[in-house]
């Protein structure tokens, strides 16, 4: 009977212990995404469809540029999943490409943009715990984080940029239009 015990509850304090960090987060973090969120969005209207349009044509022009700085860009001001819809502005044989970059990004990004894609900061909010539990800062590896992903962003698009060029010649696609 006592193992029974023990086992119930060592059970419950596993929910006991997921409530606190709940609240924790609930207090914490959910408001600093909620007003981020404000203010990309505010910043995103003063700027303007229009401008916002037209840099991102600017900025399709470079393939480096395409899968790093557009995909930021298009989620730092319209977050997911309305960043996607920059790739309009690419050419067809990079489409593939930036859809990939863009999704790379969404983990990386929330390491120092919480309001990036607040589905997924739980995530990052979990490692990021886990680090402070040990008594390490978080500041640098949010930042090698952000790093490392936007390497991987660039590697994912021009990858992904490769293997569907080569997959639209075989089927007789064409890649420049």
């Not at 973090?29 to 700027?47: D, E, G």
């Not at 992904?160 to 239009?177: P, Q, Y």
Request: a neutral charge; hydrophobic letters at 55%; charged letters at 10%.
């Amino acid at each position: 009977m006592e193992g029974i015990v023990n086992f119930v509850e060592a059970f419950q304090s596993i929910f006991i212990a997921s409530g606190e960090v709940f609240l924790e987060l609930l207090t914490d973090i959910v408001p600093m995404v909620l007003v981020l969120l404000m203010v990309f969005n505010a910043i995103s209207s003063l700027i303007g469809p229009v401008r916002l349009e037209k840099f991102s044509k600017f900025l399709a022009r470079n393939k480096v540029l395409s899968y790093t700085f557009l995909p930021f860009i298009g989620m730092f001001f319209l977050c997911n999943p309305m960043a996607f819809s920059l790739g309009k502005f690419l050419p067809q044989r990079q489409r593939a490409g930036f859809i990939d970059a863009v999704s790379a990004a969404n983990g990386p990004m929330l390491s120092l943009f919480p309001h990036w894609n607040p589905a997924e900061y739980f995530v990052w909010g979990g490692i990021a715990i886990g680090v402070q539990s040990l008594g390490l800062p978080i500041g640098g590896l949010a930042i090698r984080f952000f790093v490392v992903g936007w390497v991987l962003c660039l590697f994912h698009g021009f990858v992904t940029e490769w293997i569907w060029v080569f997959l639209a010649k075989r089927e007789g696609i064409d890649v420049n239009a």
